[in-house]
């Protein structure tokens, strides 16, 4: 069922926040923080982008990857991931 597999979905994206990622890329915030800074300065904006927003355009990234292959499991899981990992930087 389609409910079913949604959730298959979103407890793999569970497992992929919860593993040693933090060893290897660090804290999503500060990770987010140091994206937002490049893609700030890359587009010659005054601020740099907040972490939520970075977080929501990765999403956005995978979702468009999604519609070139919407049967890749892998964009679909992380673009859950990263809706989360979005909430997380304001502890929604």
Request: glycine share 10%; no cysteine.
């Amino acid at each position: 069922m389609t409910g079913d597999y949604a959730t298959e979905v979103l407890t793999e994206a569970g497992r992929l926040l919860s593993t040693d990622r933090n060893a290897v890329y660090g804290d999503a915030l500060h990770d987010f923080r140091r994206i937002g800074e490049v893609w700030g300065a890359l587009l010659d904006l005054p601020l740099p982008i907040a972490p939520h927003t970075v977080a929501a355009m990765l999403a956005g990234m995978k979702l468009v990857r999604s519609q070139i292959t919407p049967e890749h499991r892998d964009n679909w899981v992380d673009g859950a991931a990263y809706a989360a990992l979005g909430a997380g930087t304001l502890r929604i």
